[in-house]
């Protein structure tokens, strides 16, 4: 039966010869993840179900990223219960306040995932490591504490939809412009509970950060998983920090997929996600008259070191905004202490931004960042929800780093060129 990439590699994690669409099947887990918002609900249903003891302590993943560090007491007791689970059960991944990153920066840059993997997470963007050509998907806090005693998930077979990507991005167009253009196209239910599966020549444009942003934001089109064919970018990228042996999957020729899309990467602009959903698209040049109050550059989607130097690379030598705040977040902390050496930090703060601790803050509408009344966002962030970051009138464009950059610069939502050529 000729099967999709996620398909075959869910059959192997299932011990089966094949599966389909619509199947039901129990698969072994590579890795367990939660942070400190998801895993306290996790621990008690674990302790409440009689379990004493995690199936392995290498492939659980406990991430301190949401609240930490700690915004208030109850960030703290959330924070506190992680950490003594932790240490009774022996994680051997556990990352807290100064050695923890935002966790899906974080697992991919220490080596915890690679291609082949089924990977399970307690929050939604745990889609991120289908860059790296493995099967990885959000599930809720109970299906976490099953994973994590059992090392098992049951899982609906996703049918699946093809992009091939064909042509080189223009320069200031990155994977965060690619993937709202994708998503502005089909719509935030486009993939619902679908493989988002990236193939095609155009992959040789696309870095693995620029990819990671892509199958990051694969939840935002409804998608169980978005997942890229493995290709010698990605067998490097993993090789350097990891030395797991690894299984690629590739797709059979004939695989049945719902819908096929060829996306010329050439075409795409730079592009704006505009309040209220990811699907409300729109290019620079739409938006010139959209004065803003604040911008985030950073998140799990867009705070790696390629996403801080393009923002470097727009900021050198100028300053924001008189009217605007511009917080940087590096999304760990070798990206910014890599970032620092490299003079990043310094363009941003003689630039006028606040750089931040690696955390999610306020992408969810945690802290360090949150809006007022009326108040106007762009972010790097993947959400742009009513109150997502903050006060229910505020509002929220998503952009890449660079158009995020240029807008602190200008204070109005401004295409990249217009303040660096």
Not at 40 to 66: C, R, S
């Amino acid at each position: 039966m000729a099967m999709t990439m996620t398909q075959k590699i869910l059959a192997a994690h299932a011990g089966l010869d094949s599966v389909e669409a619509g199947q039901l099947i129990k698969v072994k887990l590579n890795l367990v993840l939660g942070n400190d918002i998801t895993s306290p609900v996790a621990i008690n249903e674990f302790q409440k179900a009689g379990f004493t003891k995690v199936f392995d302590n290498e492939k659980i993943a406990l991430v301190m990223d949401h609240f930490v560090p700690n915004k208030d007491i109850k960030a703290a007791e959330q924070a506190k219960q992680c950490r003594i689970f932790a240490n009774e059960q022996n994680i051997v991944h556990f990352y807290d306040a100064g050695d923890m990153g935002i966790e899906h920066a974080l697992l991919p840059e220490k080596g915890l995932v690679v291609p082949g993997d089924v990977v399970i997470g307690a929050d939604s963007h745990t889609c991120t490591y289908g860059a790296l050509g493995a099967f990885s998907t959000g599930v809720g806090s109970t299906d976490m504490a099953a994973g994590m005693a059992t090392g098992e998930a049951w899982f609906k077979v996703p049918s699946a939809i093809k992009f091939n990507l064909k042509g080189k991005l223009s320069k200031y167009v990155s994977g965060k412009d690619v993937i709202l253009y994708i998503i502005g196209m089909i719509g935030v239910d486009g993939a619902l509970y679908k493989s988002m599966e990236f193939t095609g020549e155009g992959l040789s444009s696309l870095s693995v950060d620029d990819r990671l942003c892509m199958a990051n934001m694969a939840i935002e089109a409804g998608a169980k998983n978005g997942i890229f064919e493995v290709d010698e970018q990605t067998v490097a990228y993993v090789k350097e920090r990891s030395d797991r042996e690894i299984e690629i999957f590739t797709a059979d020729a004939d695989a049945e997929y719902d819908e096929v899309y060829d996306i010329d990467l050439s075409a795409i602009a730079p592009t704006v996600a505009c309040p209220h959903l990811p699907e409300n698209t729109k290019s620079t040049d739409e938006l010139t008259d959209v004065k803003i109050d604040q911008a985030v550059i950073g998140s799990c989607t867009n705070g790696r070191l390629s996403d801080l130097a393009a923002a470097a690379e727009i900021m050198k030598g100028k300053h924001i905004a008189k009217v605007v705040r511009c917080i940087v977040i590096p999304a760990t902390q070798k990206i910014y202490k890599e970032a620092m050496k490299l003079g990043y930090l310094e363009i941003f703060i003689d630039a006028g931004c606040v750089v931040s601790t690696p955390t999610c803050g306020p992408c969810l509408g945690g802290y360090m960042g949150i809006l007022a009344e009326d108040e106007v966002a762009v972010a790097t962030t993947n959400r742009n929800f009513v109150g997502r970051m903050g006060h229910v009138t505020s509002k929220i464009y998503l952009a890449s780093p660079a158009v995020a950059a240029a807008s602190a610069l200008t204070g109005y939502i401004t295409a990249p060129d217009k303040v660096n050529d």
